[in-house]
């Protein structure tokens, strides 16, 4: 006589493998050590700074160019007209990204699934983070919206003239098909990261969200260098004995931030617009 299988006890299974998403913000983005220290009005780093994370991170920056000062906002004299388009800084501010785990199995190491959970989510939760302050700060080139080349070429053109370094295009990733439709986009030699003909480096955020769901157009950014602050992941765990659940939790700290330059603009979406 067979058996009968009780479905309704549960089982331990190893978890799927997830590979991460290529091409988000954390792929252009340069990381910074845990414990550095940062510069001071562009008068060296002091060795009993405290890291940046633990402070929001304030820098000087050398790669505005002399047409626009540095990052404080500090301009020439003279008669020569200056871009509206002054040094903008995009500040980050210290942001907890945790997530956690739970199981009955009495061999199951919670905090390392914990560690596990956090990988798999935090890139896209820090990107939304990120997305709304620095696009809060990042003033429009054009009145209204434009092709998205168009965009592209403006927002490129005025980094030539008012920052002295490379600059990082963000997008939404809906529009990943019109920027390889229109060969606005083409793949690094090591496949890492996207860049436009230009060279720029792209960054298509999945956190990178539209105003409202039925937004017609959404937006564009340039920003320059995007530097990120991270702590190692801290992972906690306890067993709660009256549900008989190991518990566990894994935090991780981030700053982004983003060098003296903050443009955008707004292009039209693929008809219909919104988002799935």
């Known amino acids: 006589m067979t058996t009968p299988v009780d479905y309704m006890v549960r089982h331990q299974v190893a978890a799927p493998p997830a590979a991460p998403r290529l091409y988000g913000l954390l792929s252009v983005a340069v990381e910074a050590e845990e414990s550095g220290t940062v510069a001071e009005e562009g008068e060296g780093s002091g060795a009993d700074a405290p890291a940046p ?10 790669l505005c160019n002399m047409e626009t000062g540095s990052l404080e906002g500090w301009c020439p004299t003279g008669d020569r007209v200056l871009s509206p388009f002054r040094p903008v800084r995009v500040e980050g501010a210290p942001v907890t990204v945790t997530s956690g785990s739970v199981c009955v199995a009495p061999t199951f190491d919670a905090e390392q699934a914990a560690r596990e959970q956090l990988e798999r989510g935090e890139e896209y939760r820090i990107e939304q983070e990120w997305w709304d302050r620095a696009i809060a700060q990042a003033p429009m080139v054009a009145p209204g919206p434009m092709p998205l080349d168009c965009a592209i070429g403006r927002l490129e053109g005025m980094a030539t003239r008012v920052y002295g370094g490379q600059p990082v295009l963000h997008v939404p990733r809906q529009l990943l098909p019109q920027l390889f439709r229109h060969n606005l986009a083409q793949r690094t030699t090591d496949g890492a990261q ?3 003909p230009w060279g720029t480096p792209i960054a298509a955020g999945a956190g ?3 105003d409202t769901v039925d937004a017609e157009d959404t937006l564009v950014l340039l920003t320059g260098q995007v530097t990120v602050w991270r702590t190692s992941p801290i992972a906690t765990g306890h067993f709660e004995a009256r549900s008989n659940e190991r518990i566990g939790e894994a935090d991780r700290i981030y700053v982004v931030t983003a060098d003296c330059l903050a443009l955008s603009a707004a292009v039209p979406n693929c008809p219909g617009g919104g988002v799935l």
């Open 194 to 196: 996207l860049e436009t």
């Open 53 to 62: 994370w633990e402070r929001g991170v304030e820098y000087y920056s050398p």
């Open 208 to 210: 990178y969200a539209l």
